[in-house]
């Protein structure tokens, strides 16, 4: 009788413990939180500059995955990785005459451009509206923009950072939420790269010296 018993306690214990990994299992699943975005930015209108501007995106750029595993972002992974190179793909068309890409910052035999651009991802942020408490779904990501001649030389470098929020009410999903915030900060990353561009000054400095060169050429 006492082996029985010792056999139903037994039996009534392991069904626990597997009914228990079971339910941590299923809560480790579900509480991970993988996200792909898609962001649609739109094409900006405005004067092209006459260069030919070389762009190149180095591995951590195009990799960047936003990860986060803390007790209340379980195992988070953001990817928006085919958004950022879909942005400056929309976007530098429409800032300079020509644009390709290269290969690293200085160029290859071959490439006829006039500058390098590089832009570097420094950081993202999220906030999702029970941490804010408000109605908002928030995103910060945070770039470095850098410039260089063609022969690897720094022409400037700056920061440059987007923000972008999404109304909960709105949307019916977290996924939904963060993915429209992510688009809005890029949309702002999008919109302070073609305004500010010329405006930083030793961009600015530089551009004034290639129309100098350019204007003493065509008087000769």
Request: zero cysteines.
């Given at each position: 009788m006492v082996l029985w018993c010792g056999e139903r306690v037994y039996r009534h214990c392991r069904q626990v413990l597997l009914t228990t990994a079971a339910g941590l299992l299923l809560a480790g699943c579900t509480s991970s939180f993988n996200?792909?975005?898609?962001?649609?930015?739109?094409?900006?209108?405005?004067?092209?500059?006459?260069?030919?501007?070389?762009?190149?995106?180095?591995?951590?750029?195009?990799?960047?995955?936003?990860?986060?595993?803390?007790?209340?972002?379980?195992?988070?992974?953001i990817d928006n990785s085919k958004s950022r190179i879909a942005l400056?793909?929309?976007?530098?068309?429409?800032?300079?005459?020509?644009?390709?890409?290269?290969?690293g910052t200085s160029a290859?035999?071959?490439?006829?451009?006039?500058?390098?651009?590089?832009?570097?991802?420094?950081?993202?942020?999220?906030?999702?509206?029970?941490e804010t408490f408000s109605d908002l779904y928030e995103a910060w990501i945070r770039y470095k923009i850098q410039l260089f001649q063609p022969d690897g030389k720094l022409i400037a470098e700056w920061p440059l950072t987007g923000y972008g929020k999404a109304e909960q009410g709105f949307?019916?999903?977290?996924?939904?939420?963060?993915?429209?915030?992510i688009d809005q900060a890029m949309r702002d990353i999008g919109a302070k790269l073609t305004i500010g561009f010329s405006k930083q000054e030793a961009v600015r400095r530089w551009l004034d010296g290639r129309n100098n060169v350019y204007h003493a050429e065509a008087g000769s």
């Open positions: 996200l792909q975005t898609q962001a649609l930015v739109p094409t900006p209108v405005m004067s092209q500059l006459p260069l030919t501007m070389g762009v190149y995106y180095d591995d951590k750029f195009r990799h960047y995955v936003y990860e986060e595993n803390t007790d209340d972002r379980k195992n988070w992974h400056f793909q929309q976007i530098l068309p429409s800032m300079f005459r020509k644009v390709q890409e290269v290969s290859a035999a071959g490439d006829q451009v006039d500058a390098i651009l590089s832009p570097q991802v420094e950081e993202m942020q999220l906030a999702l509206p029970k949307f019916n999903s977290r996924s939904k939420g963060l993915n429209s915030a």
